[in-house]
């Protein structure tokens, strides 16, 4: 099994282009599946979840090719309605296939989504979206059979009691070649929503109010194919960002988002780090101990701060001036990497959905496993700046995310070896 091992202390200097975006390729590509042409899609992060979702693809009877950070896939060929409950345990976002599945043949048998990783996940809202697009959905021992009642889902009128992105995702997909029109009240606003859709949209999709709380689709009979360029990965873009903050380094992002990732900018400037951005790039300048977060970090849907970003932050803020407060609003059980920053030292103190973290002057490094994606990055962000060697074994969480991370932290000169 592969590790990383990482020797501390180094201040990160340098510029690195920000990878393609995880959360939005994945989707991205289900929607390839209502495509009746061949789709290109440009900036795919090469990552372990985008392997699954290639796939997926592939049993359910497309052809989906890799070149470099390309994606070709053809749906064309696409006749299966089963996935496999191997595949759909590979990865949480398996779940978005249902809506792609059921926009592209009708019906679809799926399982659901395994493991316990940062508290339970239920897909209800998911489900009752379906009914009321006039799916019948029967679940018996953990399958999930769906089928819509004359071959097309119905347009439908749903209010989300919370804005889920699967949720959202989901029903988009379901929702562009069903019969009539469509509207999501409380939808997800996230900008991994705007990227599916506006790849749907060139794909001849009649979707309006994406990255706003009411999203409205008109259903059309089929999708043409596209070329279409997958917007950069904001969460990476926190994580180089935090890393290079807590090492007291320099950084320029390339193919960066800056709207995308103000909710985090803006948290981050209070740590006293200098962050200037045009267009797509982001320069962030730390130099000295990073300052306490003073107004506690909440974690909210967007343009709230989010929640993928909360162990990265705490990553750097474990060794700054000061106490921060950390509410984790959206998972029940996302403190797992705590464990491990404490077993380096740090001083945090976790209560229900409250952390508090008070910084220390310096962490040693540690042998630590990833517990989650984020959480992995996290330690590798608490190993760069302690002092001595870490190791960090189980790190397949962290390659189902990050393109390459030993390559990215070495080219801002971290040191950083995968064994
Ligand atoms: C969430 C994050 C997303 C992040 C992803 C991966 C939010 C709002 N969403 O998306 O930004 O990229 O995790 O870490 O921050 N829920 C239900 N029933 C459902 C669906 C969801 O109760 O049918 C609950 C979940 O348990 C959770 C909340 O709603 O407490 C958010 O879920 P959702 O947005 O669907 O999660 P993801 O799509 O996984």
Redesign the pocket.
Same mark, same amino acid.
């Given at each position: 099994m592969q590790k990383l091992i990482i020797k501390g202390g180094k201040r990160l200097r340098g510029e690195i282009p920000l990878q393609g975006c995880k959360?939005s390729a994945l989707p991205i590509m289900a929607a390839a599946l209502l495509c009746n042409e061949e789709c290109t899609l440009y900036n795919c992060p090469k990552l372990t979840d985008v392997f699954s979702a290639s796939r997926i693809l592939n049993g359910l009877g497309c052809r989906c090719s890799f070149s470099g950070n390309t994606v070709q896939i053809d749906s064309s060929t696409a006749s299966e309605t089963e996935i496999s409950e191997q595949l759909m345990r590979e990865m949480?976002?398996s779940i978005i296939f249902m809506g792609a599945m059921l926009g592209r043949m009708g019906e679809c048998t799926v399982s659901v989504p395994g493991g316990c990783e940062?508290?339970?996940?239920?897909?209800?809202?998911?489900?009752?979206a379906m009914r009321k697009m006039g799916i019948d959905v029967r679940e018996t021992g953990g399958r999930i059979s769906c089928k819509a009642s004359g071959k097309k889902a119905k347009g439908a009128k749903i209010s989300l009691?919370? #804005?889920?992105? &699967?949720?959202?995702?989901n029903i988009i997909l379901c929702a562009v070649t069903a019969e009539g029109e469509t509207v999501i009240n409380n939808a997800?606003r996230?900008p991994?929503i705007c990227d599916l859709c506006g790849f749907l949209r060139a794909c001849g999709a009649e979707i309006s109010g994406d990255g706003e709380s009411r999203i409205v689709i008109k259903g059309i009979p089929e999708l043409h194919g596209c070329e279409y360029r997958i917007m950069p990965d904001r969460?990476a873009g926190a994580t180089y960002l935090a890393m290079t903050a807590a090492s007291r380094g320099e950084i320029i992002l390339t193919n960066a988002c800056p709207t995308e990732l103000e909710p985090f900018l803006t948290v981050l400037e209070q740590t006293g780090c200098s962050i200037y951005s045009d267009d797509d790039k982001i320069y962030l300048r730390s130099g000295t101990r990073l300052k306490a977060v003073r107004d506690r970090i909440r974690?909210? #849907?967007?343009p &709230?701060f989010?929640?993928?970003a909360q162990a990265v932050l705490m990553a750097a803020l474990v060794s700054a001036d000061g106490t921060s407060v950390f509410e984790e609003n959206?998972?029940?059980c996302r403190y797992r990497h705590t464990e491990a920053l404490v077993k380096m030292g740090a001083d945090i103190q976790v209560m229900g959905k409250i952390a508090v973290v008070k910084g220390i002057d310096k962490l040693n490094g540690a042998n630590v496993e990833a517990t989650d994606?984020?959480g992995g990055a996290a330690m590798v962000i608490a190993g760069l700046s302690a002092d001595g060697v870490s190791e960090i074994t189980q790190i397949h969480h962290i390659d189902r995310g990050y393109e390459k991370i030993e390559e990215a932290v070495s080219a801002l000169g971290g040191d950083i070896q995968r064994v």
């Amino acid at each position: 099994m592969q590790k990383l091992i990482i020797k501390g202390g180094k201040r990160l200097r340098g510029e690195i282009p920000l990878q393609g975006c995880k959360n939005s390729a994945l989707p991205i590509m289900a929607a390839a599946l209502l495509c009746n042409e061949e789709c290109t899609l440009y900036n795919c992060p090469k990552l372990t979840d985008v392997f699954s979702a290639s796939r997926i693809l592939n049993g359910l009877g497309c052809r989906c090719s890799f070149s470099g950070n390309t994606v070709q896939i053809d749906s064309s060929t696409a006749s299966e309605t089963e996935i496999s409950e191997q595949l759909m345990r590979e990865m949480r976002s398996s779940i978005i296939f249902m809506g792609a599945m059921l926009g592209r043949m009708g019906e679809c048998t799926v399982s659901v989504p395994g493991g316990c990783e940062l508290g339970p996940r239920p897909i209800d809202m998911h489900l009752s979206a379906m009914r009321k697009m006039g799916i019948d959905v029967r679940e018996t021992g953990g399958r999930i059979s769906c089928k819509a009642s004359g071959k097309k889902a119905k347009g439908a009128k749903i209010s989300l009691f919370f #804005p889920s992105v &699967g949720a959202t995702e989901n029903i988009i997909l379901c929702a562009v070649t069903a019969e009539g029109e469509t509207v999501i009240n409380n939808a997800a606003r996230e900008p991994e929503i705007c990227d599916l859709c506006g790849f749907l949209r060139a794909c001849g999709a009649e979707i309006s109010g994406d990255g706003e709380s009411r999203i409205v689709i008109k259903g059309i009979p089929e999708l043409h194919g596209c070329e279409y360029r997958i917007m950069p990965d904001r969460i990476a873009g926190a994580t180089y960002l935090a890393m290079t903050a807590a090492s007291r380094g320099e950084i320029i992002l390339t193919n960066a988002c800056p709207t995308e990732l103000e909710p985090f900018l803006t948290v981050l400037e209070q740590t006293g780090c200098s962050i200037y951005s045009d267009d797509d790039k982001i320069y962030l300048r730390s130099g000295t101990r990073l300052k306490a977060v003073r107004d506690r970090i909440r974690t909210m #849907p967007h343009p &709230g701060f989010p929640t993928d970003a909360q162990a990265v932050l705490m990553a750097a803020l474990v060794s700054a001036d000061g106490t921060s407060v950390f509410e984790e609003n959206i998972f029940d059980c996302r403190y797992r990497h705590t464990e491990a920053l404490v077993k380096m030292g740090a001083d945090i103190q976790v209560m229900g959905k409250i952390a508090v973290v008070k910084g220390i002057d310096k962490l040693n490094g540690a042998n630590v496993e990833a517990t989650d994606l984020r959480g992995g990055a996290a330690m590798v962000i608490a190993g760069l700046s302690a002092d001595g060697v870490s190791e960090i074994t189980q790190i397949h969480h962290i390659d189902r995310g990050y393109e390459k991370i030993e390559e990215a932290v070495s080219a801002l000169g971290g040191d950083i070896q995968r064994v």
